[in-house]
């Protein structure tokens, strides 16, 4: 696609659910990103991707957070057991190699715990 | 650690205002250096970016300066127009295990008024 497509763009869930957020980077790119953006922050990092592996985890909150990129395109991230305070908007990101400094943000999703 | 201060909002404008959103960061070696734009509904975009001392980028009449010496970015505009309000963020992103995280400031809203 043209640009990072992230779905769904908004995810409303129970307190204590299992959750899956979806990201499609811009093809061709080889590295992806997912950070967290609260109520009046700018984002901050999760982990990052070169191709399947999983590069840089060390911003996931705790053991409840995970993300898989299997094929080297598409990554999903996943929440266990969630909390209210997990609820903000989770942003995907794609650059075209490791080393590319520039990054191309999807629209995000909003998740809202309950 | 790496991290980014920017000036703290809202900062509110009339039309035709001259802008300065201040910008310092902390990091070691040389990052390169970005501002975002979120405007409303919408998700991050590129407004503009520097990649070593003394470089200016520019776009859309904003422009920022890489100042080594003050550890700054600063985001300037001679003539603001109702159309920029948004929130603008600060932006550093260094290599690191192979990939370029980004370290966003906590963001700056401007509303400008007509």
């Known amino acids: 696609g043209a640009g990072v497509s992230q779905t769904p763009s908004n995810k409303v869930t129970e307190k204590g659910k299992y959750v899956e957020l979806r990201c499609d980077p811009i093809?061709?790119?080889?590295?992806l990103y997912w950070y967290r953006q609260s109520l009046g922050q700018g984002p901050e990092f999760l982990i990052y991707?070169?191709?399947?592996?999983?590069?840089?985890d060390s911003g996931l909150p705790n053991d409840r957070f995970f993300a898989v990129r299997p094929e080297g395109s598409v990554s999903t991230l996943k929440i266990q057991r969630t909390e209210r305070g997990d609820s903000a908007v989770y942003l995907c990101?794609?650059?075209?190699?490791?080393?590319?400094?520039?990054?191309?943000f999807g629209q995000g999703t909003r998740l809202t715990v309950v | 650690g790496n991290s980014v201060t920017q000036m703290e909002g809202p900062v509110t404008l009339s039309e035709e205002a001259f802008l300065t959103i201040n910008c310092t960061y902390t990091a070691t070696g040389y990052p390169s250096l970005f501002w975002y734009v979120q405007y409303p509904g919408e998700g991050l975009q590129l407004l503009l970016k520097a990649t070593k001392a003394d470089d200016k980028g520019s776009n859309k009449g904003f422009e920022a300066t890489y100042r080594k010496e003050t550890t700054s970015f600063h985001l300037e505009k001679g003539s603001v127009q109702v159309s920029d309000s948004a929130v603008y963020f600060c932006a550093l992103s260094k290599g690191h295990t192979g990939g370029f995280k980004t370290i966003f400031g906590a963001g700056t809203r401007l509303f400008v008024k007509a």
């Open positions: 093809s061709g790119h080889t590295a």
């Open positions: 990101a794609s650059s075209l190699d490791a080393g590319n400094t520039e990054a191309f």
């Open positions: 991707f070169q191709g399947t592996g999983a590069a840089d």
